[in-house]
């Protein structure tokens, strides 16, 4: 069992950044891919970015050029800087652990940490 807890997530305006982070309870370094996730009340949870156990990176469209993705395996860390942030990008904010894929590429999820909050004003 693996227990993720994110933090750094809070209230920001509009232009500026926040670098979200998510500790796990047990070395994950190269068993675990990582990801990050979104939602907003009454939507679907969308997957914002993934990094691999040795470093790649893939990213929404949404969020390329904007949010940054990074490991650090000694640390069993996973943090997301978010710059330029829009009011667009206020939801909840998740981290993810996951070892395979689906069979439409999409990471098939083993543990979820509990979210932190995520609030752009314009």
């Known amino acids: 069992q693996v227990q993720l807890v994110e933090s750094g997530g809070g209230l920001v305006q509009a232009g500026g950044s926040l670098r979200l982070s998510c500790a796990a309870s047990?070395?994950?370094?190269?068993?675990?891919?990582m990801g990050w996730y979104r939602q907003v009340p009454g939507e679907q949870r969308d997957l914002l970015a993934t990094?691999?156990?040795?470093?790649?990176?893939n990213y929404a469209d949404s969020v390329k050029g904007r949010f940054t993705i990074s490991r650090d395996n000694a640390k069993s860390t996973v943090s997301l800087q978010m710059n330029n942030l829009k009011p667009e990008d206020t939801a909840v904010y998740y981290c993810?652990?996951?070892?395979?894929?689906?069979?439409?590429?999409?990471?098939?999820?083993?543990?979820w940490g509990q979210g932190t909050q995520v609030t752009v004003s314009s």
């Open positions: 993810a652990a996951y070892r395979s894929l689906t069979i439409t590429n999409m990471p098939r999820i083993d543990y």
């Open positions: 047990r070395i994950i370094g190269r068993i675990y891919a």
């Open positions: 990094i691999s156990t040795t470093g790649t990176t």
